[in-house]
Every structure is written in C-alpha cells, then in structure tokens.
C-alpha cells in the first residue's frame, strides 16, 4: 500500500512538472485597486430559544433598553431572566458596488454563556463599518448546523458548532460605499502574488494590444493602465482587459511545512546541491512493570509495590543517498520515498539540508 502511494505521489509530481507554466486571465490573477469588499459588524438579540439562552447579566440590560424603546418600562431593580434569549454578534462583508436595497447574508455568534441559538430568530439590528456608520440592517431566522444535547445525569452530546448560525439574505444594505473606481484617468490593477517579472509581462500584454505606454509597470506588485474617463466605457474597458491571458513567471523555489499536520509542500523549481544524507531511526521503549514485595510469614511490616522499568533502545541501520548537482524536485521525493522517511523524519532531513546550504529553496514553517 505504501509503495503505491508513494508512486502516484511521484507520478503526480511528474505530471505538474512536465505541464509547466499556464497562461492566466488577468481577471484570475490581479485586482482593480480601490474595488475591495467592507467589512460589518453588529450587536444584537436572537430570540424564541427552547431555553439554551444566556444567563448574563449584559444580555437582561439589552433586553430591559429593547423594551424601553417600545415605551414598556420595568419597576425599577427588575433584572428579567430569560434562558430563551441570546446576546449576539453580528458580520458581513458588503461587496464593492452594494447598492441600497441589495440583500447580504449574515453570520450570527453568540458572545454570552447560550448553549444553542437553534431556532431562534435575530432581532433588527444595524450593521456598521468601521467608520460607525449604518451600512446595513439585519433580521431573520437563523440557520443552525449545530447540534447539542443533555441527559439528566449531565452527560452532553456536541454536534459541530450549535452557537454560531446565518440568516441567508438577512441584511438590506442601507448606504453604498463610494468607490473610486471612476475617479482620475488611469486604473491600476495589483498582482495577487507580486513578481516583478509578472508585473513586467502584464504591461507587455496590454501594450501589445491597446499600443505602446498605455500601461506601465510601477513595481512588483501593481500595473498602471490608462482608462477612459466615462464609467460606461471603463466598464467595457476593464472587461477586455481582464479576460487577456498572461503567462506567470515562475514561481519562487520554496519547501513549505506545517507541523502540525506533517503536511509539507515541495515547490517545482527546488534545487539541491551536491550533498549526501544519511538517515537511521531510534527507537527508545520504556516498559513499567511494576512487582507486590511481600514481607516473610512472621516477619513484621507491609506490602508493597516496587517499580521494575525496562528500556530498549533500538536504532535501526541508516540509509545513505545522494543528490547530483541541480537535482529535481522529481528526483528528491524519489529518493526520499526509497528512504522510507516519516513526515516527520522529511521534516528534519530538509531542514538540515537548508542548514548546510545545499536546499536552495527558501523554507517556510507554518
């Protein structure tokens, strides 16, 4: 099973590296500086709970100024408790060019002690941006994929997250946000991954089109494209431009690890110099079993328990291999596969492989 896994790893990595570089639409790669979504944010109340509500005292003073506002007044040192209503926060993110009247969803959380908001219904509640202006009100039913429950001897079952819900098409934006995508005669357009050669083939490809200096590359990130002052014809404009196809360059030689999952990532253009590994495995166990020391038959005192530990090392004979000058990404997964390398065990031989210079590769933990 291991050997098969280990063969279409490496047919994989054989078939990307032989596809090589692919043109892409500039609509799939960059982004038209100032067209950006916002971010919202609210406070609100979720009720009609089954009783899985909270039981804090900021969501009694929320509900008490609810009621204020609806001309109900409370004798004074009432402090209502109700398990069947929940404090909540509140988020969207406004897309560029929301108009009043477009509909957003909205993702509900509780912040208090509530242990479900299943079938509870969001209150009205505004929405603001970082400004502390109201873009959006929000209100509705909530849609829970959570699930809990609670047996009588306190015994509790969690199914994935039941305090977090969303309410499809909750919000209605209220105010658009001025966008200065019609502003000034040029537009530019920002690269996902800077690269100055990238940026560079991008200008080239839009002047080979619409002519010589209409588009100028102002570094590794950003393009600068001249464009007509009419919105309408910005529009059309930017909808030819971003369907051009430019081919990347290369991305830069990288080995990525997380290690938390063991997951590592070998980037194509991954180099080694001229180096030999060699790789054992030591194995230490450690076995407690422990002996009742029991005193003669008329000799006084008591039992007891006296801890017998045995360890053993086992090391294992180390593999050697080699890599040739400018060895292949193809070429190290091969031989590390035939080592028989732990995620782990791949994990420290690339690291000592930068160490030592010979991975010319720039290695990134995450």
């Known amino acids: ?25 500039l609509k799939d790669i960059t982004d038209v500086a100032g067209v950006r979504p916002n971010q919202l944010v609210g406070y609100g109340l979720v009720v009609g709970l089954s009783g899985t509500g909270d039981k804090v005292s900021f969501t009694s003073q929320t509900f ?73 009100m929000a209100q509705g039913n ?7 429950a609670e047996g009588l001897d306190g015994s509790r079952i969690t199914i994935n997250v039941p305090s977090v819900g969303r309410v499809p098409s909750g919000a209605t934006v209220e105010r658009s946000v001025p966008s200065p995508f019609a502003r000034g005669d040029h537009l530019v357009l920002n690269l996902h991954t800077p690269d100055f050669t990238t940026s560079r083939r991008v200008a080239e490809r839009i002047n ?28 059309t404009y930017l909808s030819v431009l971003e369907n051009l196809e430019v081919e990347p360059a290369a991305e830069v030689a990288k080995v990525i690890i997380n290690s938390r999952t063991g997951t590592i990532i070998i980037g194509e253009n991954v180099r080694v110099s001229p180096v030999a590994i060699t790789h054992g495995g030591l194995t230490v166990s450690i076995l407690e079993n422990p002996e009742a020391n029991q005193p003669g038959a008329f000799a006084g005192g008591d039992t007891v328990v006296v801890p017998r530990s ?54 990134v933990v995450i």
Not at 142 to 148: E, F, M, R, S, Y
Request: aromatic fraction near 2%; charged fraction near 15%; glycine fraction near 12%.
């Open 142 to 148: 909530l849609v829970v994929g959570g699930l809990g």
């Open 64 to 136: 008490k100024n609810m009621l204020a506002q609806f001309g109900l007044t409370l004798p004074p040192g009432t402090n209502p408790q109700s398990k069947n209503i929940a404090a909540v926060s509140i988020h969207a993110e406004l897309p560029p060019f929301a108009k009043p009247g477009q509909l957003l969803d909205v993702t509900v959380s509780s912040i208090g002690d509530a242990s479900s908001l299943r079938g509870g219904s969001l209150l009205m509640a505004p929405l603001k941006g970082a400004d502390g202006q109201v873009y959006a």
């Open 208 to 235: 080979g089109l619409l002519g010589p200096d209409v588009a100028t590359s102002v570094d590794a990130t950003s393009i600068r494209v001249r464009a007509p002052r009419d919105a309408s014809q910005r529009v």
């Open 310 to 363: 045995g360890i053993e090392v086992d090391e294992n004979s180390g593999h050697m291999f080699s890599f040739q000058p400018g060895a292949s990404l193809n070429e190290i997964v091969e031989a590390v596969n035939q080592v028989g390398a732990a995620p782990g065990d791949l994990m420290a031989i690339l690291e000592a492989l930068k160490q030592s210079g010979a991975l010319k590769a720039e290695l």
């Open 1 to 25: 099973m291991k050997t098969t896994t280990r063969n279409l790893m490496i047919l994989l990595l054989g078939t990307l590296l032989s596809a090589g570089v692919q043109a892409e639409r």
